[in-house]
């Protein structure tokens, strides 16, 4: 199964080339399947299959890219649009050519015709955040003295606002990222931020909100 799906790629690199399309705020109806995925050869020696790693990346322009690194060290590329069902992503939009898959996803796990990939996190953003400084209008009216959060490398996260009486608010659920953007899932609701990650510290501003905030990572 993982040669067919590898040769699918192959015969796809060969008809694809096509220009990215502009930067968007992330929305999307699929956000499981938005961000880098990767799959590695374990036994590159003994199979006939000519690549060492295929990393495989959605954005919600429904842009894709596939990036086959062969046994040699060179990297073959394939990319275009592509449209996604509950069930089904159709690769290759804009082309004569396109290819279907079926695919199941969870927050980090990508089955797409029977191969697993693992999501990858291309920034060191796992761990133990903690905010040092705060400011706008929107987090500041809410009386919030101290933010939390934990970004596990698992793509879970817990977030904890405190109040200048110690109340406090908790979400957890899945994270993903998209650029710039950290995008928080939970229970009836999500929340959208852009960040910049500089050594360790990490700032966050709101998308549609005045909030600012610089956190210092713990561990």
Do not use: C
């Not at 890219?65 to 592509?82: A, M, N």
């Not at 700032?203 to 990572?217: F, I, K, Q, V």
Request: charge should be negative; charged fraction near 20%; glycine fraction near 6%.
């Amino acid at each position: 199964m993982r040669r067919i799906l590898f040769i699918f790629f192959l015969v796809a690199l060969q008809s694809f080339n096509v220009s990215a399309n502009e930067n968007k705020e992330p929305s999307f109806d699929y956000p499981f399947l938005l961000g880098e995925w990767f799959i590695t050869n374990p036994a590159p020696e003994s199979t006939q299959d000519d690549f060492l790693t295929i990393r495989l990346s959605f954005d919600s322009n429904y842009y894709f890219t596939i990036d086959i690194q062969k046994k040699d060290y060179s990297v073959e590329r394939w990319e275009g649009l592509y449209n996604a069902s509950d069930d089904t992503v159709v690769l290759g939009l804009n082309t004569s050519t396109p290819q279907i898959y079926a695919y199941k996803t969870t927050h980090n796990r990508l089955n797409l015709n029977g191969i697993t990939f693992h999501k990858a996190l291309s920034k060191p953003l796992a761990g133990i955040w903690s905010s040092q400084v705060l400011a706008g209008e929107d987090i500041l009216a809410s009386n919030v003295q101290k933010l939390d959060l934990i970004l596990q490398p698992d793509f879970v996260f817990m977030f904890r606002a405190s109040g200048e009486q110690g109340q406090e608010s908790i979400k957890r659920g899945i994270y993903y990222i998209e650029n710039d953007h950290l995008v928080l899932l939970y229970e009836n609701g999500e929340t959208q931020s852009s960040y910049s990650l500089n050594d360790d510290t990490l700032t966050l501003s709101g998308t549609g909100t005045d909030m600012y905030a610089e956190l210092a990572r713990m561990r």
